[in-house]
């Protein structure tokens, strides 16, 4: 009974450490898609486009020196990574709401 409890405990584990590490990717990726869209409409002009993706480039070498240190994402760096991810959300909104157009 022991051991089918901790096998169970193990793979609920498994599966919450799979989901946030691609509730990362899938908060990148959805941003990114904002950006797209935003520019396809004219919401956004090159320029802001441009700034929203180097913040998303950023972003992404944050995650990836984070990683690099020690195999794995502490929980300070994961809360810093995901502070930029809401900072970088609030711009793309604010950039595609701002009145300017592309067109």
């Known amino acids: 009974m022991k051991t089918k409890l901790i096998l169970l405990f193990a793979v609920v584990l498994a599966f919450s450490i799979t989901a946030a590490s691609a509730q990362g990717y899938h908060n990148a990726n959805t941003q990114q ?8 409409s004219g919401k956004l002009t090159q320029s802001e486009a441009r700034q929203l993706a180097y913040q998303q480039q950023q972003i992404r070498k ?17 809360a810093r990574i995901m502070r930029e991810k809401q900072i ?7 950039y595609n709401h701002n009145n300017r157009s592309r067109f």
């Open 88 to 94: 970088a959300g609030r711009n793309i909104y604010s």
């Open 33 to 40: 898609e904002r950006i797209k869209k935003g520019y396809k």
């Open 62 to 78: 944050k995650m990836h020196r984070a990683k690099c240190n020690d195999g794995r994402i502490s929980r300070n760096e994961r």
